[in-house]
């Protein structure tokens, strides 16, 4: 039975064996066997992995988001949101999501069509411009856990963000921008 070997226990091996020549068996400089094993090949998948790895980064995408305030108390924010509403007229999306009490977590229903997410906390990840409450350390590195924050949108320029910005502070003087790296690609 074969036990999985990680990229960094393949690269000590292979340089622990460049290293110390073996006087009982002959090599050739291209390729290293290992009870059967073609490190050559495995280095060649572990480099095709490498790679997906590094295009997965592309799906990230940098955010601007506009938050106006965050606190811990969802009821504050949720109240705050909705006189955010009527001041700018700027619709709010929950995406479903709700404060589920018990959880002490803004969650989608537990019956949700998403199963995976289903009873738990779902993003916003896309831009967009509309009102929500939204954990902080999704958006911002560092951000204290199960801080709520109340997002007014989330642009991919941030000169967009800096307008909605300007008028929001008239309004609002706690509010704030986050530069974010957001994760696009599928959550499932």
């Not at 992995?49 to 955010?63: C, Q, R």
């Amino acid at each position: 039975m074969y036990k999985k070997i990680s990229l960094n226990t393949l690269i000590l091996l292979l340089v622990l064996l460049s290293s110390c020549e073996s006087q009982k068996t002959q090599q050739s400089k291209n390729s290293v066997q290992i009870e059967g094993l073609d490190l050559d090949k495995i280095l060649k998948i572990n480099d095709s992995a490498i790679n997906v790895e590094a295009e997965d980064t592309s799906e990230y995408a940098t955010l601007f988001v506009v938050i106006a305030d965050t606190s811990p108390d969802y009821a504050m924010l949720h109240q705050k949101m909705f006189d955010l509403h009527q001041k700018l007229n700027i619709p709010i999306d929950t995406m479903g999501r709700y404060y589920n009490e018990s959880k002490n977590l803004i969650a989608l229903p537990d019956n949700d069509e998403d199963e995976m997410y289903a009873g738990d906390y779902f993003p916003r990840r896309f831009p967009s411009e509309n009102l929500s409450l939204e954990y902080l350390d999704f958006y911002q590195l560092g951000a204290r856990e199960k801080t709520i924050a109340l997002v007014v949108g989330l642009y991919d320029t941030e000169e967009n963000a800096d307008s909605i910005l300007a008028v929001l502070k008239n309004i609002e003087n706690k509010s704030f921008k986050v530069k974010a790296e957001i994760y696009m690609g599928c959550m499932h």
